[in-house]
């Protein structure tokens, strides 16, 4: 409620925020409403130490309140890492190979029992993809640089095997190895002599007689449904990581195989159809 100014003494030569207060237009001397917050004067403007207001709360939210089984029939079950299996068959010519130079250094009765198992042996894969090299064009559009794509690329396959008390995994990449570069001839006293002999050269053989068209990955689940087949075309092993050795606390021995492919083919199919 307004107070009359006249009979304050002193009055004009208060503050602004004084002259406010005792003239009865503050805040703290206007109404209350039933929310307990000081009822605005609108001819002067919003009122001072007004609490802020709550926001309203949007009930529809809740329809968004899910649980984690809720979640797994939206969007399905996740695929997980370690359910997988590398098939490596060895290739003729290679069994060939090995059967004619080594086959006394394994312990199966034949290599071809020995192909079969060796995909039990990797203990990591890494699933492949590729790229696209592109040439860049700058004269097709005024101030614009675009790109096309004309070489697809593939990156190389690393494939990690257990190494068994036998030796019989290192020593087969190791013999695949010896005979993609003649390897047959290092016992031999050919024209290039044998491996102890001065001189000693290697004659490389022909793409289609080492590489092979039937190495995959197949991807699966644990509810073995549903599969991914990765198959390389033209696959060969292009290098062996070194195997450090060392005293102190055992380990497991483990060598990675670098393999080279022209392309890879994914097929999708169930697992018992493979």
């Known amino acids: 409620m307004a107070r009359d100014t006249k009979k304050i003494p002193g009055f004009d030569k208060l503050s602004p925020r004084s002259k406010l207060i005792l003239s009865g237009n503050s805040v703290y001397d206007r109404p209350v ?75 199966y009765y034949s290599i071809e029992e020995f192909g079969p198992n060796l995909g039990f042996y990797c203990v990591e894969a890494t699933l492949p993809v590729s790229s696209y090299a592109t040439a860049e064009v700058k004269d097709n559009i005024l101030g614009v640089t675009q790109e096309f794509a004309h070489t697809r690329l593939y990156t190389d396959l690393d494939l990690t095997f257990y190494v068994d008390s036998n030796y019989d ?15 047959e001839e290092k016992f031999q006293n050919t024209q290039s002599g044998n491996a ?67 392309r890879y083919v994914v097929i999708r199919k169930k697992l018992s159809e493979i």
Do not use: C
Request: charge should be positive.
């Open 33 to 107: 409403n039933q929310r307990g917050t000081v009822t605005p004067n609108i001819s002067q403007g919003p009122p001072r130490n007004t609490p802020p207001q709550r926001p309203k709360v949007n009930k529809s939210i809740d329809r968004f309140k899910v649980n984690m089984s809720q979640v797994r029939d939206k969007i399905g079950n996740l695929a997980l890492t370690n359910h997988y299996l590398v098939r490596l068959p060895i290739e003729q010519t290679i069994s060939e190979y090995i059967k004619k130079y080594h086959q006394h250094e394994f312990d």
């Open 196 to 262: 102890f002999t001065p001189g000693y050269f290697k004659r490389f053989k022909y793409p289609d007689q080492y590489k092979t068209s039937q190495m995959s990955i197949v991807k699966f689940e644990r509810d073995y449904e549903d599969s991914l087949s990765y198959i390389f075309m033209n696959a060969f092993p292009k290098g062996l990581t070194s195997i450090p050795v060392s005293y102190g606390s055992a380990d497991l021995l483990k060598v990675t195989v670098t393999f080279n492919y022209d």
């Open 169 to 183: 995994v290192l020593r087969y990449f190791e013999l695949w190895m010896d005979f993609i570069s003649g390897g």
